[in-house]
Every structure is written in structure tokens, then in C-alpha cells.
């Protein structure tokens, strides 16, 4: 068994029978359906990349459970340089993609679950962690893709999973059988599902005590009978099933989230990584966010340079790019993005070993990290959406372009600065658009702002991980508040 090939990632899942529904009917063949397709395209491309030469070092590592090269997205980082380059090679799938190309999730919920699995047997004995060890090497054998599956319906967000009026607001056991468990709820916001393999799932939030059948982690194949998928909408998605595929902005690539209800699913036991253990659901929920928070250190940047990348082509195309302001502007957006590269590199370059040996990110700066990601994306594309003036929403369609009688007049209103400018501009303000507002923006503006957690959940995180008591000695010392022994000299 060895890496799979972008054609062999796509034909693996022509063969998946899937219950699933999109814009109220079933969908049979979702390989080629052209609103599923481009998400497909992106998930690709992390295949694509880790089979050419230039990226080997980024795409592929060596397997620590069995020595085999393996792809990065399934890979437990066994340093920090890992972590670093995990960071990079999402800045690239970024860049390459102009979207969300879905893989990370999964490999957040590996090395979440790895370390946790094996702090939960340290404590209580269970054989959780070998289980899961022999899960991922399957997994890496076979070079596939899991979808990370983290986020409950959650009803009432006041209320705890076991205080709801529907206990199926969170995912739970219904039923212990003598070969496994059977468990019932729904997953929102899953990105990349129906492009997997594989499902992980996780608890949601911290459990108390009496919330055991809450606190279940498992892993099932996506065609598992009991799971129905149901497609999310984005902005504009329609616009894919148009013959001209300018007006999609991003030609071939897409996300995808889907909302996927377990209605009653049976998991056997040797899938089983987590089964009651309350006192340990905060400590994977705080790991994966953790990774994640970190990961879109990575991947927003990406997304973030094609947008930069757009709007410097759109000043020069409109002849502007030479005026201070212009230029100021587009420093402005490269800073902001590479704050974001910056903190995605500190938050591994200070992450540490776990007990079960696979490295973590520095907690407190993966979720610095977030926080910015959750505001920075939204000012470069204000900037964007500034410099490329208001045809970013008045535009014609595409078919007004190729129109044989008005083509020729919208072409003509539509030129800038020099010649054959019109479907250059054309094509620019398309991507501008799709990434501010249309279906790029689900992943660059929203999920941003919510996916890993919305801002609050890392302001928490933030004032629990930040030492400001000893930020009070610092100062009480350097005002003479407190007796400064640092100064032992005469
Ligand atoms: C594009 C996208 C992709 C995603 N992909 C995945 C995925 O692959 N896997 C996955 O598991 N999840 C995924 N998510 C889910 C993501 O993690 C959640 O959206 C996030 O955790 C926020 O949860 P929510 O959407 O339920 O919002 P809510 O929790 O409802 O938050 C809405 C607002 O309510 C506030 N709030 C929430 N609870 C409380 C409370 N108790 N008291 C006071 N205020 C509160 C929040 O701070 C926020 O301001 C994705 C989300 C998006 C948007």
C-alpha cells in the first residue's frame, strides 16, 4: 500500500455509496455533480502536490508508527519543525486552491486523539490508545481522508448536553452492546464529509459526570448505514451549474460543509476511543481546537495571498497601482497576512512534547493565533473590496459578455487601462467577489470567524492560559511595589 495519486483519491470515491441530499432530492453521483465537484478538485490537490518532487519534503514525511512515507495530512508531528512545516504546507494548498481544501480537520482530530487516548488509558487502564494506533496506521496505509467531526446541533447553548429538552442535541450511546455501540445525533459544519473516507468523531464540549453517554469518540467509514448527509448551501453556488464558468470567480475549486445527522449508527468496539470518560472530553476538545486554531494559521494565509495577489492584478488592470494610497493598501493586506503566518509559526515553533510523544502547539499562541484570524481576513477583504472598485457587484454576467450583439459594447465599457483589459477585469473582480462574499468567503470571512471556535471561545482560552499574576509581579518589581532581588550588585 502507498501515497494514492490525485486520479486514485477521485476514482476511490466514485465506487462510496452515500445517502445523501442536496437541494431537497438525492444525490447519486456526487463525483461529477458541478456544485460538489470544484470541493473535490481542492481536496485533490492535497494529493496532487504530495506526488511531485519540489513539494516531497512539505507533502510527505515518514510514518512514525510504521516508517513508511506517508502523507503530511496523516502524519502525528513528532516535532516542532513538523508543526512548522504542517503550517507551510497549508499555506500552499491556500495558495494553490484559493479555498478550503478540507484535509486538516482530520489531521487535527488525529493528534488530539492520539495524545488523549493515551492520557485517558495512563489513568483508567482502557486500551483506547492501541485501538486508535492501529486505526491511523490503517488509515496512513491507505492514504485516506477522515473528516473531523467535532461541532453538535447543540440546541439550547445555555444548557449542557445532558440539560436539553432533545438529548440528542449532542451526539450520544443510545445503546452498549456486547460488540459495540449503537449512537445517535448530528454533526453541523462538516467540511470536506462527504470527500472522506472516514469519519472521527469527538464530544463537543466538557461533561460532567453524569454525561457519560455524551462523551464518546469513534471512528466509522462515511458509508456506514444510519448516516445521512445533507448538503450545505453556500453564497452563489448555483452559479456552478452555468456552462461559463467565469462568474464562480474560482474556476475549479470549491469548499464544502455538510450537516450529517447519525441516525442511529452502530460502531464497533475496536472503533471505539472513547466511551464515558467525562473528566477527559475538555482536554481533547481544548487539543483539537488547539491544532485548529493553529492550522488556519496556515490555510487563511494562503487563501489570503491569492486575494492579495488578486487585488494588486485588478490596480494594475485599472491602471491605479502606482498611486501611494494603492500601494500603502496592499502593504497593509500583505502585513496583516503574514501576522496571521507569523503567529501559525509561533504557536509551533514553542509547541511541546505530549506523554504519548507526538507534539503539541503552544496553547496560549494558537489561540492568539485564532483570534486574530477571526478579524484579519475580514480587513484585507474591506481592502479588497476598496481597491477593486464597485463592478465588483454590478458586473454583468458572463453571458452578457459573450452576447453577440451587447458582448462587444459591455467589452468596450468594460476596458480599463490598456488593451484586452475587459476579461482580465472580468475574471479579477469574479475571484475578488467569490472570496469576499460568495462561496470562497463561507471559508475565508465565516468560517474565520467561527470554525475551531467562535471568538469568544479563545478569549476564554486566552485568560485562562495567560499568567497575569506574574505580569502584576513584573510591574509591583519594577515600581519598587515588591523588593526587586534581581538587582544583587552594589
Ligand atoms: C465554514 C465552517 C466550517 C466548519 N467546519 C467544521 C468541521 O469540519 N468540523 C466541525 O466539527 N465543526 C466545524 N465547524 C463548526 C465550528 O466549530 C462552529 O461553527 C463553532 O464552534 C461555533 O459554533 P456554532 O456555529 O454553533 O455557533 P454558536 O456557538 O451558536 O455561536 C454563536 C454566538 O453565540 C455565542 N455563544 C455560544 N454559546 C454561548 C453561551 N453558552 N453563552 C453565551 N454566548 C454563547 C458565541 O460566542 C457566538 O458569538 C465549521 C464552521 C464553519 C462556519
Known amino acids: ?25 438525492k444525490v447519486d453521483n456526487y463525483v461529477d455533480n458541478p456544485i460538489i465537484r470544484p470541493s473535490i478538485n481542492a481536496m485533490a490537490m492535497t494529493y496532487k502536490l504530495a506526488e511531485e518532487p519540489e513539494y516531497e519534503d512539505l507533502m510527505t514525511v515518514t510514518s512514525s508508527l510504521t516508517g513508511e512515507k506517508i502523507n503530511r495530512f496523516t502524519h502525528l508531528h513528532q516535532s516542532t519543525t513538523d508543526l512548522m512545516n504542517k503550517v507551510k504546507m497549508q499555506r500552499l494548498l491556500g495558495q494553490k486552491t ?56 447543540r440546541g439550547d447553548r445555555s444548557k449542557s448536553p445532558g440539560q436539553q429538552p432533545d438529548p440528542d442535541a ?47 469518540c469513534f471512528a466509522v467509514p462515511t458509508e456506514t448505514p444510519g448516516i445521512i448527509y445533507v448538503y450545505g448551501r453556500q453564497s452563489s453556488d448555483t452559479r456552478k451549474l452555468e456552462a461559463n464558468k467565469i462568474d464562480t470567480g474560482n474556476i475549479n475549486f470549491g469548499g464544502q460543509e455538510i450537516m450529517t445527522i447519525f441516525d442511529d449508527v452502530f460502531v464497533p468496539w475496536e472503533r471505539v476511543f472513547m466511551n464515558g470518560e467525562t473528566d477527559f472530553s475538555t482536554m481533547l ?34 491602471g491605479v497601482y502606482k498611486a501611494s494610497h494603492v500601494k500603502d493598501k496592499i ?23 505530549t506523554q504519548s510523544g507526538n507534539y503539541m502547539i503552544d496553547l496560549l499562541l494558537a489561540n492568539i ?20 472598485g464597485g463592478l465588483l457587484v454590478t458586473l454583468p454576467s458572463a453571458e452578457d459578455f459573450d452576447h453577440p450583439e451587447i458582448g462587444p459594447l459591455v467589452k468596450k465599457y468594460t476596458q480599463a487601462a ?24 463561507v471559508a475565508y470571512l465565516t468560517e474565520s470567524m467561527h470554525g475551531a471556535g467562535s471568538p469568544q471561545a479563545q478569549r476564554i482560552m486566552i485568560s485562562r492560559l495567560v499568567d497575569l499574576e506574574h505580569k502584576k509581579e513584573l510591574a509591583e518589581k519594577i515600581c519598587g511595589i515588591q523588593e526587586n532581588s534581581d538587582i544583587n550588585w552594589k
Open 98 to 153: 484559493g479555498c478550503c481544501f478540507q484535509r486538516c480537520v482530520g489531521m487535527d482530530a488525529f493528534n488530539a486523539v492520539f495524545s488523549t487516548t493515551f492520557e485517558i488509558d495512563a489513568k483508567y487502564g482502557t486500551n483506547y490508545h492501541e485501538r486508535f494506533t492501529k486505526y491511523l496506521i490503517y488509515v496512513q496505509q491507505n492514504d485516506l481522508v477522515v473528516d473531523g467531526c467535532m461541532t453538535d446541533a
Open 285 to 318: 476538545v481544548e487539543r483539537f481546537a488547539g491544532y485548529h486554531r493553529q492550522s488556519y494559521g496556515g490555510c487563511k494565509v494562503g487563501t489570503g495571498d491569492t486575494l492579495i495577489g488578486a487585488a494588486k492584478a485588478i490596480t494594475d488592470y485599472n
Open 369 to 388: 493565533c485564532k483570534q486574530n484570524v477571526t478579524r484579519f481576513p475580514y480587513e484585507i477583504a474591506r481592502i479588497a473590496q476598496d481597491l477593486a
Open 418 to 441: 490598456g488593451d484586452n483589459t475587459s476579461e482580465k477585469r472580468q475574471r479579477l473582480l469574479r475571484l475578488i467577489e467569490n472570496i469576499t462574499m460568495g462561496c470562497g468567503a
Open 331 to 353: 502593504v497593509e493586506m500583505c502585513h496583516l497576512n503574514e501576522t496571521l503566518y507569523a503567529c501559525g509559526i509561533a504557536c509551533s515553533a514553542e509547541g511541546r512534547k
Open 1 to 25: 500500500m502507498s501515497l494514492k495519486t490525485a486520479q486514485e483519491y477521485i476514482d476511490s470515491l466514485r465506487t462510496r455509496k452515500l445517502n445523501l441530499y442536496m437541494f431537497g432530492e
Open 170 to 216: 449532542y451526539l450520544r450511546v443510545v445503546e452498549r452492546r456486547e460488540d459495540g455501540i449503537v449512537v445517535r445525533g448530528c454533526k453541523l459544519h462538516q467540511t470536506g464529509m462527504v470527500n472522506s473516507h472516514e469519519i472521527l468523531v469527538m464530544p463537543n464540549n466538557s461533561m460532567k459526570n453524569d454525561e457519560k453517554d455524551w462523551a464518546v
